[in-house]
């Protein structure tokens, strides 16, 4: 078992039903309180990964307030349906907004599947342009050379972001403003972090 290393979260494989995730809940919850943790302290990053997994996702994701977010999972995914995954990615599309719906109305982070060909950049590239179009803040990936590209994406915004802020702060804006504008930039910045975790 991987929670004695204390990990900040688990990432639930086939996690086809709520119930699944609601059952890893209690574990943790009983775990959290041998340990004398608060309760939560441990997150669950649910896998979706075969057909099921994609109709249930919309109650998975309001299933446990542990959850960070869905990861889909097209390789598993597409195996369920017995079709062949392309790097085009059409065979996922509806799979995919089904995954990115459930996060938005829960309120938790979309993490795309990942990429397999880990020696073609361009197509990484277009696949997460096309994903960031969708709503997935995140992309899991199978090799360290694919990062800097899917943060180039995934993050274009930032330092235009960073650049506005400065410059407001500068500016004569009055400090309400000030302080409304730098929440609103924090917790943005937070999304941010969270979401490449």
Same mark, same amino acid.
């Given at each position: 078992m991987v929670l004695p290393a204390m990990p900040d979260g688990i990432r #639930? +494989? /086939?996690?086809?039903? +709520?119930e699944l995730v609601e059952k890893l809940d209690t574990m943790l919850t009983e775990y959290e309180e041998e340990l004398g943790l608060e309760i939560g302290h441990f997150k669950i990053l649910p896998s979706i990964e075969t057909a099921e997994g994609v109709i249930n996702c919309i109650k998975t994701a309001k299933s446990s307030s542990r959850l960070i977010g869905l990861a889909f999972g097209a390789e598993d995914y597409t195996a369920s349906l017995e079709i062949e995954r392309t790097k085009g990615? /059409? /065979? #996922?599309?509806?799979a995919r907004t089904r995954v990115v719906w459930a996060c938005k109305a829960a309120g938790i982070q979309a993490i795309d599947t990942i990429f397999p060909d880990a020696s073609d950049m361009d197509a990484l590239r277009t696949e997460t342009q096309l994903i960031k179009t969708l709503g997935f803040s995140g992309k899991s990936l199978v090799n360290p050379r694919q990062i800097d590209v899917i943060h180039e994406v995934l993050h274009r915004n930032r330092m235009k972001s960073t650049t506005l802020l400065k410059s407001l702060m500068r500016s004569n804006v009055p400090v309400k403003w000030e302080r409304a504008l730098f929440h609103c930039m924090e917790k943005w910045w937070m999304h941010q972090l969270?979401?490449?975790?």
């Amino acid at each position: 078992m991987v929670l004695p290393a204390m990990p900040d979260g688990i990432r #639930l +494989p /086939e996690a086809n039903t +709520p119930e699944l995730v609601e059952k890893l809940d209690t574990m943790l919850t009983e775990y959290e309180e041998e340990l004398g943790l608060e309760i939560g302290h441990f997150k669950i990053l649910p896998s979706i990964e075969t057909a099921e997994g994609v109709i249930n996702c919309i109650k998975t994701a309001k299933s446990s307030s542990r959850l960070i977010g869905l990861a889909f999972g097209a390789e598993d995914y597409t195996a369920s349906l017995e079709i062949e995954r392309t790097k085009g990615g /059409e /065979e #996922l599309f509806a799979a995919r907004t089904r995954v990115v719906w459930a996060c938005k109305a829960a309120g938790i982070q979309a993490i795309d599947t990942i990429f397999p060909d880990a020696s073609d950049m361009d197509a990484l590239r277009t696949e997460t342009q096309l994903i960031k179009t969708l709503g997935f803040s995140g992309k899991s990936l199978v090799n360290p050379r694919q990062i800097d590209v899917i943060h180039e994406v995934l993050h274009r915004n930032r330092m235009k972001s960073t650049t506005l802020l400065k410059s407001l702060m500068r500016s004569n804006v009055p400090v309400k403003w000030e302080r409304a504008l730098f929440h609103c930039m924090e917790k943005w910045w937070m999304h941010q972090l969270s979401s490449v975790r």
